[in-house]
């Protein structure tokens, strides 16, 4: 049996030639190749100043830092996200406030952000989900009116265009995460692209034990962190960015590809959509169960047995445990936001599935769903 994994990261000769170069080099962390890194990613997207880091959890956990938020602060931000968005806004001392998000594109809902905003909050960290930028217009125009900093969770979303404005380069700063599910990987890994100098500084010192920007041992300004980028990841990096253009376009490919196949069915299954003046870029392939009654997690064990990995994508944050504990956050709180956790699943996503391997996942898909409906019938 054919199996099909959830992702697997695109690895060429050229990660291989430049890993191994680094390691002729013996120059493993601190050295030139982060800083080639990060002059290219920069480039990329069209930003002043990039900070290479070990995580795209340490870099949000540092743009927060950079930006002053901490204890007694409020940040807005979404509950339909990987943890690490909400848990960042928590390491700072301050209080993720979650509002609904969007149910067609599972993106903050700019209307319900104005609601949220009370004397404590400083900032909306804006989570850019699965590969396609929120609603930016409305969400900056409010931040400017209500005197708000703005940071980008663009860890989904990496060269994805809102009007052809590049996702991360709208707020104070922008965060990337190079994890090998991403479109781009450095194994662990993330980066912080900004156009303001001294938030870069603020960055750069606070990943290197904050320490000043010379490198003086003599002097730390403030308690920093190991957040550092080592070279061989920064290699990898490297070699990953130089096929960007082509690893996004494959993934843009495939995932026309899953659309074709299964928007045949609407009353099975709900195809992702593409807010107007979005381009996507594909973190992930996520289909919503459309039939009423057709409980996820069955079709999600059922794909397993066929060789198809499948995933919930994404469980509400605000419903983990601790976060109920922490915050009193109950079922109903953000009825959207659940609605969509309670029905999505990603499908295989990753360069070398063919329009045969779609197909037949597709497929398989949408006969379990009916299976099950029919099934449930008798
Ligand atoms: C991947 C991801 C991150 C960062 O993850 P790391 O594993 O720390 O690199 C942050 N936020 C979102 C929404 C993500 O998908």
Same mark, same amino acid.
């Given at each position: 049996?054919?199996?099909?994994?959830?992702a697997r990261p695109y690895i060429t000769k050229r990660e291989y030639e430049l890993v191994k170069h680094v390691l002729d080099s013996r120059i493993l962390s601190l050295g030139p190749i982060v800083q080639k890194f990060e002059a290219a990613f920069a480039k990329r997207i069209?930003?002043?100043y990039a900070c290479a880091v070990n995580s795209g959890?340490?870099g949000?956990?540092?743009?927060?830092?950079?930006?002053?938020?901490?204890?007694?602060?409020?940040?807005?931000?979404?509950?339909?996200?990987?943890?690490?968005?909400?848990?960042?806004?928590?390491?700072?001392?301050?209080?993720?406030?979650?509002?609904?998000?969007?149910?067609?594109?599972?993106?903050?809902?700019?209307?319900?952000?104005?609601?949220?905003?009370?004397?404590?909050?400083?900032?909306?960290?804006?989570?850019?989900?699965?590969?396609?930028?929120?609603?930016?217009?409305?969400?900056?125009?409010?931040?400017?009116?209500?005197?708000?900093?703005?940071?980008?969770?663009?860890?989904?979303?990496l060269d994805?265009?809102?009007?052809?404005?590049?996702?991360?380069?709208?707020?104070?700063?922008?965060?990337f995460a190079f994890y090998p599910n991403k479109q781009m990987t450095t194994g662990e890994g993330g980066i912080v692209v900004?156009? !303001?100098? &001294?938030? /870069?500084?603020?960055?750069?010192? +606070?990943r290197?034990?904050? @320490?000043?920007?010379?490198?003086?041992?003599?002097?730390?300004?403030?308690?920093?962190?190991?957040y550092r980028l080592d070279e061989l990841s920064a290699a990898v990096g490297l070699a990953q960015l130089e096929k960007l253009t082509f690893l996004i376009r494959e993934r843009?490919?495939?995932?026309?590809?899953?659309?074709?196949?299964?928007?045949?069915?609407?009353?099975?299954?709900?195809?992702?959509?593409?807010?107007?003046?979005?381009?996507?870029?594909?973190?992930?392939?996520?289909?919503?169960?459309?039939?009423?009654?057709?409980?996820?997690?069955?079709?999600?064990?059922?794909?397993?047995?066929?060789?198809? !990995?499948? &995933?919930? /994508?994404?469980?509400?944050?605000? +419903?983990?445990?601790?976060? @109920?504990?922490?915050?009193?956050?109950?079922?109903?709180?953000?009825?959207?936001?659940?609605?969509?956790?309670?029905?999505?699943?990603?499908?295989?996503?990753y360069l070398g599935?063919?329009?045969?391997?779609?197909?037949?996942?597709?497929?398989?898909?949408?006969?379990?769903?009916?299976?099950?409906?029919?099934?449930?019938?008798?």
């Amino acid at each position: 049996m054919t199996t099909y994994p959830l992702a697997r990261p695109y690895i060429t000769k050229r990660e291989y030639e430049l890993v191994k170069h680094v390691l002729d080099s013996r120059i493993l962390s601190l050295g030139p190749i982060v800083q080639k890194f990060e002059a290219a990613f920069a480039k990329r997207i069209g930003v002043r100043y990039a900070c290479a880091v070990n995580s795209g959890t340490s870099g949000l956990h540092l743009a927060l830092l950079a930006a002053g938020i901490g204890r007694g602060d409020e940040v807005i931000t979404s509950p339909f996200s990987f943890i690490a968005s909400a848990n960042s806004v928590i390491y700072t001392g301050a209080r993720p406030v979650f509002v609904d998000v969007d149910a067609s594109t599972g993106n903050m809902n700019p209307k319900k952000i104005e609601r949220a905003i009370t004397t404590k909050t400083k900032a909306i960290l804006v989570v850019h989900i699965f590969g396609q930028p929120a609603n930016m217009k409305p969400i900056m125009a409010l931040a400017r009116r209500k005197h708000l900093i703005v940071i980008e969770d663009a860890c989904e979303s990496l060269d994805a265009t809102y009007h052809r404005k590049k996702a991360g380069t709208f707020g104070q700063s922008g965060v990337f995460a190079f994890y090998p599910n991403k479109q781009m990987t450095t194994g662990e890994g993330g980066i912080v692209v900004t156009n !303001s100098q &001294k938030i /870069y500084d603020s960055i750069a010192s +606070l990943r290197n034990q904050g @320490r000043d920007k010379d490198m003086n041992w003599l002097n730390h300004r403030s308690i920093g962190y190991n957040y550092r980028l080592d070279e061989l990841s920064a290699a990898v990096g490297l070699a990953q960015l130089e096929k960007l253009t082509f690893l996004i376009r494959e993934r843009q490919k495939i995932t026309q590809w899953y659309t074709q196949e299964l928007r045949q069915r609407p009353d099975l299954v709900t195809v992702p959509a593409i807010a107007p003046g979005n381009t996507h870029t594909w973190f992930v392939y996520v289909v919503r169960i459309a039939r009423a009654g057709v409980p996820r997690d069955a079709i999600i064990k059922r794909l397993g047995t066929q060789g198809i !990995s499948s &995933k919930a /994508y994404l469980p509400s944050i605000h +419903l983990f445990e601790v976060y @109920r504990k922490m915050f009193h956050s109950k079922p109903g709180d953000f009825p959207i936001s659940e609605d969509i956790s309670a029905r999505s699943l990603a499908l295989p996503l990753y360069l070398g599935l063919t329009r045969k391997d779609v197909k037949f996942i597709a497929r398989t898909l949408l006969t379990d769903i009916e299976h099950y409906g029919t099934h449930v019938r008798r």
